[in-house]
């Protein structure tokens, strides 16, 4: 097999998963947008985002729970990259983008019946990014809560978080969402304790003390105008977006590894 990329296998393994999958695709969808119609709100969206995303992410990689499935997957006449790609395009375009056309259909849906049954003249509310956006101000002064830079957020953090229960599947053939979800606690409470050790040392205690706070309000208005800060503050923001490609690279090898 040519192991250049094709875009004609990537192309084949897209349209491979919908032919296998339109029955169970059309039924949650369905049901996405019967919840959208009842609870037509940002919240209710991004929760489902989150919940049902992940849980969809590490499904699309479950092949390795079962042998037949693992060889059946790895004879695929494709190669790595290009199956990579597809779970990516997968699990996070098509699953974000379908997930958005099912707010939007529920949310007319929902807001037409509700205008049917109780005679109201209620619109469709598009606050769907409202909780994903920075506080700012617009030309009249009026502040809002989304802009570009919030729905690109939003989009980060949902492909990373696609991209960890990816990763998460690679590595754990049977129940990865609860192997990862339990992966993702000890990390966190590692790093809580790390915080408390650092608490300890600096104020010689688990938690700052209520007179240290008006120091530290004053200090970091100061270390906000350093360049050495703002040096900083870059690094850490090139690091944050940098997590994902490398997330993507680790299921790269890690599903490679399976292969041998």
Do not use: C
């Not at 897209?14 to 919240?43: D, G, H, P």
């Not at 809580?192 to 040392?201: A, G, K, N, P, T």
């Not at 040096?231 to 997590?243: D, H, P, T």
């Amino acid at each position: 097999m040519n192991t250049t990329f094709s875009f004609k296998r990537l192309g084949l393994l897209l349209k491979r998963f919908f032919i296998e999958n339109k029955t169970r695709e059309l039924t949650f969808w369905a049901i996405m947008i019967l919840i959208f119609a009842i609870s037509r709100s940002n919240i209710t969206f991004n929760f489902m985002l989150v919940i049902a995303g992940f849980i969809f992410a590490a499904r699309q990689m479950n092949y390795f729970a079962y042998s037949p499935r693992a060889m059946h997957f790895l004879l695929i006449p494709a190669t790595h990259t290009e199956k990579l790609t597809a779970n990516i395009l997968i699990t996070t375009v098509y699953f974000f983008v379908a997930m958005i056309v099912s707010f939007i259909i529920g949310n007319f849906v929902g807001t037409y019946l509700y205008n049917l049954i109780f005679g109201m003249h209620l619109e469709p509310t598009w606050n769907l990014f409202d909780a994903a956006g920075n506080s700012i101000r617009n030309e009249n002064n009026i502040q809002i809560f989304w802009g570009p830079t919030g729905f690109l957020k939003e989009i980060l953090g949902f492909a990373t978080t696609q991209a960890i229960f990816t990763v998460g599947a690679l590595y754990f053939n049977r129940n990865s969402v609860v192997k990862t979800f339990l992966s993702l606690f000890t990390l966190g409470f590692v790093l809580f304790l790390i915080e408390l050790l650092v608490l300890r040392i600096v104020f010689n205690s688990f938690s700052i003390p209520h007179s240290a706070f008006h120091e530290i309000a004053l200090n970091n208005i100061m270390i906000g105008q350093s360049p050495i800060f703002n040096a900083f503050k870059i690094i850490v923001e090139v690091i944050v977006y940098l997590f994902l490609p490398f997330l993507w690279i680790v299921g790269y090898f890690r599903l490679t590894e399976k292969q041998v």
